[in-house]
């Protein structure tokens, strides 16, 4: 099925350091979400984004839905050793709303102390 | 956040037999839940999407008779696995939208199925 281009695929950084990922797409979308799974969890709600050019935080997390509505990213500032995991983007595209979601392939995040 | 919680966390079956997984919303009604699968590594590909009182749509190659779906109440949609084989052993997850709310879905906590 259709997927979001998601890059990073992997990111292994120092505890401290700022990470920042994204998602692209062609096609416009209508909503924006990032969520984080750990092993064996399902994925929770990180950030949900739903205006062009809406720009959230959620505590050290910031996402941003990009103007042409093809993109969105994710900054994590300051990690530490609780935000490893997977991140993924995901979002409704234009003009459903269905409630349907396409996801991104996964960003992994490894945070060493 | 709404919570939506899972049932079985993992379950082993035999070859041939069926299994149920729950997905139930516990402090709000979901119209609409919908049912993914993931291997390991992966992504989460959406199987069906589950409608409250209607037949569940299911994506383009995912077998209907394979994988029931009922969503009899506005708390709870049920994924059935029939006659489940090794090939079937998967992470299946739901999620569930808020009657009326916005777009974000909430997740259970996933079901680890493994067939032997």
């Known amino acids: 099925g259709q997927q979001l281009n998601q890059s990073p695929q992997s990111m292994f950084i120092q505890e401290g350091e700022d990470v920042s990922m994204n998602c692209t797409s062609s096609?416009?979308?209508?909503?924006w979400l990032w969520y984080k799974q750990d092993p064996g969890e399902g994925p929770v709600l990180l950030i949900a984004l739903y205006k062009a050019g809406e720009l959230t935080s959620n505590g050290r997390l910031t996402a941003q839905f990009g103007i042409t509505r093809k993109d969105s990213f994710l900054n994590i500032s300051a990690s530490i050793p609780s935000d490893v995991g997977i991140y993924f983007c995901a979002g409704q595209r234009f003009p459903s709303n269905t409630g349907k979601l396409i996801f991104g392939q996964g960003t992994t995040l490894q945070v060493k102390p | 956040g709404a919570v939506v919680s899972q049932h079985p966390s993992w379950v082993i079956c035999k070859s041939g037999t069926s299994v149920k997984i729950e997905c139930r919303s516990l402090d709000f009604q979901a119209t609409t839940m919908f049912w993914y699968r993931q291997f390991p590594k992966q992504s989460l590909m959406l199987m069906a999407t589950?409608?409250?009182?209607?037949?569940?749509?299911?994506e383009q190659g995912v077998e209907k008779d394979k994988f029931l779906i009922n969503h009899a109440s506005l708390t709870l949609s049920t994924l059935t696995v029939t006659s489940a084989h090794p090939e079937d052993s998967s992470f299946y997850i739901c999620?569930?939208?808020?009657?009326?709310?916005?777009?974000?879905?909430?997740f259970g906590q996933g079901t680890r199925l493994t067939v032997v």
């Open positions: 096609s416009i979308f209508n909503t």
């Open positions: 589950s409608n409250e009182g209607s037949k569940a749509t299911y």
């Open positions: 999620s569930a939208r808020e009657l009326g709310g916005n777009t974000e879905a909430f």
